[in-house]
Structures are given as C-alpha cells and as structure tokens.
C-alpha cells in the first residue's frame, strides 16, 4: 500500500464520521432549528450513489463509508423533522 | 467514459454542493446555535486530505470537488463562530 492509498484510506474513515457531532448535539440539545434538511437530503442521495458507485467498483472502503453515513445522515434527518420547531 | 465514470462524476458534483443550502440558510437566519461546529471542522480537515489526495493522484473531479466544498466549510465555519449565539 503506497502513501497516497494510505491517505486515501485515512481520509474516507473521516469523512464516515463527518455527521457523528451534529448527530450528537441534535441529540442532546433536541434542537434543530438552525440546521438545514436540505443539507442531509442532498447528502443522503448522494451517499446512494456513492454506495452504487462502491457496489459496482467493488470497492470495500468508499462502500463502508458511504454505508455509515448513510446510516447517521438517516438519523440525522429523522432527528431534524422530529425537533424541527423546538 | 463509462457508466461507472459518469455515476463517480455526478456523485462528485452533488458532493461539492452538499453545504451550500446550510451556508444560505444561515447567512439569511443569522442563526447558528444548534449547528455543530464539529461537523464542520472534521470535513474542513477531511476536504483538505482529500486535495491532497487529488493532487497526488492527479485527479481533477477530486481536486475541483474538494475545493469547492472548502471554500463552502471554511464560510460555514466563520458563520458559525459570528452567529453562534443568536
């Protein structure tokens, strides 16, 4: 494995965790106000299609990541239309 | 160009505007309390990897892609600080 695969793998486990903190606060705080959906549904979609992409690379790494997200950008937008308006 | 391309290269372009709608949403509330700040900083530092990784790989969607969203996160970070207590 070369330096630049190395980056490549460290970088794709970040992004997996992106959403984790706001998960997280939109739990604890039950506020979600100022956050936008559109932000979560785009990103929803296109971790689809990242997950396809995956699929058909067979690409172990962009699908495990795009399938952890999927799963926090999931709760993320159920968390929002839960606690929208308080 | 394949199928397979076009899919990376669509995902890749929905992927640089994932941010755009919580910078709009933001800059118009002024309101950024129950963002996560967090979120922000990991993909500012992720985006910044992820070039790197472009560079390295000479890949111009990944170094296009990154940069755009960089810009968007470096925004969203200091709207975030500016409007975190309203």
Redo the contacts between chains.
Sequence with gaps: MSG?DI??Y??GL??A??????V???WK?K?????????FV??F??QI??L??GV??EDPVIIITNAVMLCMTGLMISLKLKYNHK
């Design positions: 630049v980056l490549g460290v970088a970040l992004t965790f992106t959403f984790l903190p706001q997280i606060k939109t705080t506020s979600a106000k100022d956050v936008a959906l559109a932000m785009i990103a979609t296109n299609l990242w396809a992409f058909l690379r």
